[in-house]
């Protein structure tokens, strides 16, 4: 069974510029979480999307948005990006809503210049 | 929203020793609540769990405890090897989303 999927791995932008990042879930997995991690520090939840609506939102301002599709895949969009937005984006989904594994994906690397 | 806090930072143990990790939540309908290890330049990666029906897990070296009365839980890990250094994180579940801790840098001194 082939794990949760990101792309890109790296990606370097400009300050300005926007940035999207794509996940694909499990197999299986309806709901997906987006958590960004700046270097050496926690996971700070973005967004969580499950059956293709937004459910809730982290503390970070509307450049931060994002989508799920029909077929449960996602991706992350941060519109003008600002040099503290340099970090690693991990995606993870699980399979219903709540209470049950949350598997990661081995992240996007975005290096904001 | 749901609120983690996890101590300490940084733990440092000798080999053989135990360490312990502790975690407080804000939110009562919080009802699941994994642990994570993260290693260096890795993805996070599920170790134990502990669903709020159940008080205490145990794993071969790793255990966990919930109280709920209290809102807290402690990973405890016995017979530290060096391959358990890593960044250890908590987190709590409710029907909104999954919260982590900031995280315990664990170092295992050979």
């Known amino acids: 069974e082939a794990g949760v999927t990101q792309s890109p791995t790296h990606l370097i932008k400009t300050r300005g510029q926007q940035a999207t990042l794509r996940c694909s879930p499990i197999?299986?997995?309806?709901?997906v979480y987006w958590y960004q991690q700046a270097l050496g520090l926690g996971l700070q939840f973005l967004l969580w999307?499950?059956?293709?609506?937004?459910?809730n939102r982290g503390n970070f301002p509307p450049r931060f948005s994002g989508r799920q599709f029909p077929n449960y895949s996602s991706e992350l969009n941060v519109n003008a990006l600002e040099l503290e937005d340099s970090a690693l984006y991990l995606c993870a989904s699980l399979v219903g809503g709540w209470a049950n594994v949350l598997t990661f994906g081995a992240g996007s690397r975005l290096t904001v210049l | 929203g749901e609120n983690v806090e996890q101590h300490p930072s940084t733990l440092s143990v000798q080999e053989g020793d135990s360490a312990v990790i502790k975690c407080t939540y804000s939110?009562?309908?919080?009802?699941?609540f994994p642990w994570y290890k993260q290693e260096l330049g890795k993805r996070p990666q599920l170790i134990i769990d502990i669903r709020s029906n159940v008080g205490e897990k145990k794993d071969q070296r790793i255990a966990v405890t919930l109280n709920k009365t209290a809102k807290h839980f402690s990973l405890h890990i016995t017979e530290t090897q060096p391959e358990d250094s890593a960044v250890y994180f908590c987190a709590a579940h409710n029907n909104n989303d999954m919260r982590f801790g900031a995280g315990t840098r664990l170092t295992v001194k050979p």
């Open positions: 197999s299986g997995h309806t709901s």
């Open positions: 999307y499950d059956e293709g609506e937004e459910r």
């Open positions: 939110d009562s309908a919080s009802n699941y």
